[in-house]
């Protein structure tokens, strides 16, 4: 059972951003701060990439475990309520990933992607890898 009703859910789950996050806006920083330009969600391209460094040919997308359904990761569970349908947005979210990152890949693209908790966990780490494959 839902802790909230479901007009507040709702309310909840419509506040949540599809971009411009924390840990994008961070990354974004920590990557202008250390010489590199780029574009953010630029629609011409496949799925929208968090950050595009068209210098480099790469996309990097910074997924939420909870959305992208992140394997064997704390933050990617599955509602106890309307659990069906949960399953099946967690199955689409996965095969549009897929298919974005193929189209990317086949217009000469390098896909990145970065996931929530890596970053929590080690997000100057994880700033050092993006940086390595751009060299």
């Not at 507040?8 to 330009?37: A, P, Y």
């Not at 011409?44 to 990097?60: E, F, N």
């Amino acid at each position: 059972m839902d802790v909230f009703s479901k007009e507040k859910r709702s309310e909840v789950m419509s506040r949540i951003k599809g971009r411009d996050t924390r840990l994008e806006i961070k990354i974004r920083s920590q990557l202008f701060k250390d010489g590199f330009r780029f574009r953010k969600n630029d629609k011409r391209y496949p799925g929208k990439p968090d950050i595009l460094l068209p210098k480099y040919k790469t996309a990097i997308f910074i997924n939420g475990c909870f959305w992208h359904n992140h394997a064997n990761c704390k933050y990617a569970y599955v509602p106890k309520t309307r659990r069906k349908f949960w399953m099946e947005k967690f199955k689409k979210n996965k095969e549009r990933d897929r298919k974005n990152f193929h189209l990317l890949k086949k217009m000469g693209w390098q896909v990145l992607v970065c996931w929530e908790c890596q970053l929590k966990r080690n997000f100057s780490g994880r700033i050092d890898k993006i940086k390595s494959k751009l060299d």
